[in-house]
């Protein structure tokens, strides 16, 4: 294939994705997923409601039309739950570092 030719090299390195990216996009979504689990089991049923809604890419102004509620109170919990993502990501000495999780030493959070 010649680079100098619609896309070339380029087009070609990103197209393929090798074992390691893979995995490394696999733990990434767990990561994600237990998060999300973490956070949403400590939410309110309101809360976990608003959480969904806003993880399906649905604006605050149709959440709170949805939920019969005010859309100063939906922001309101969107703040709350990114908080309480942050805590858990912090308290649990495990911040997030190139997509993936790691230990501190010591079990410190980040200084």
């Known amino acids: 294939m010649d680079p100098a030719v619609g896309g070339g090299l380029e087009s070609v390195a990103i197209d393929m994705t090798g074992p390691v990216e893979e995995l490394v996009a696999l733990e990434d979504d ?9 956070v949403a089991t400590s939410l309110s ?3 976990r409601d608003v959480l969904a809604l ?4 649905v604006g ?8 019969g509620l005010p859309e100063r109170a939906v922001k309101r919990d969107i703040r709350e739950i990114v908080d309480r993502a942050r805590t858990v990501v912090t308290s649990s000495s495990v911040p ?13 959070g980040p200084s």
């Open 30 to 38: 767990a990561d994600l997923d237990t998060l999300v689990r973490v």
């Open 45 to 47: 049923d309101r809360r």
């Open 54 to 57: 806003y993880g399906a890419g």
């Open 60 to 67: 605050r102004m149709e959440i709170a039309e949805r939920l």
């Open 96 to 108: 997030p570092v190139r997509g993936r999780w790691r230990r501190h030493p010591g079990g410190a």
